[in-house]
């Protein structure tokens, strides 16, 4: 069972390594990623002109905007390059057998 504030957003049979999906919680939409293995949560909406990031190109454990090329780190939300100026939210996953749930915006 999860701790109380973290919603289920999918499993791990639906996101194989090197892929993303996004996901609705109760503070918006996400995009789930997994690198290598391990999950990651981060903000769907690019800060530059609100692209959905879950459409975009995830490489390694950067991921690209689909519309401005804006690329930022999954793991951790900074920005590395491109029009936007500002990072992605992060929030924090957790992941139980097979199902993957995501909590509270990551301070």
């Not at 499993?11 to 391990?38: F, H, K, P, T, Y």
């Not at 800060?47 to 793991?75: I, Q």
């Not at 939300?77 to 915006?105: C, M, N, Q, W």
Request: glycine share 12%; with cysteine.
């Amino acid at each position: 069972m999860p701790p109380k504030g973290f919603t289920k957003v999918g499993s791990l049979s639906q996101l194989a390594e090197g892929e993303m999906m996004a996901a609705d919680i109760s503070g918006g939409r996400v995009l789930i990623a997994n690198v290598d293995g391990d999950v990651f949560a981060i903000a769907d909406a690019c800060p530059h002109a609100g692209a959905p990031m879950s459409e975009g190109y995830l490489t390694d454990n950067m991921v690209e905007c689909p519309w401005h090329a804006s690329v930022f780190n999954v793991m951790t939300g900074k920005h590395r390059e491109g029009p936007s100026r500002a990072d992605l939210t992060t929030y924090e996953v957790l992941v139980e057998g097979d199902d993957i749930f995501v909590g509270p915006e990551m301070l």
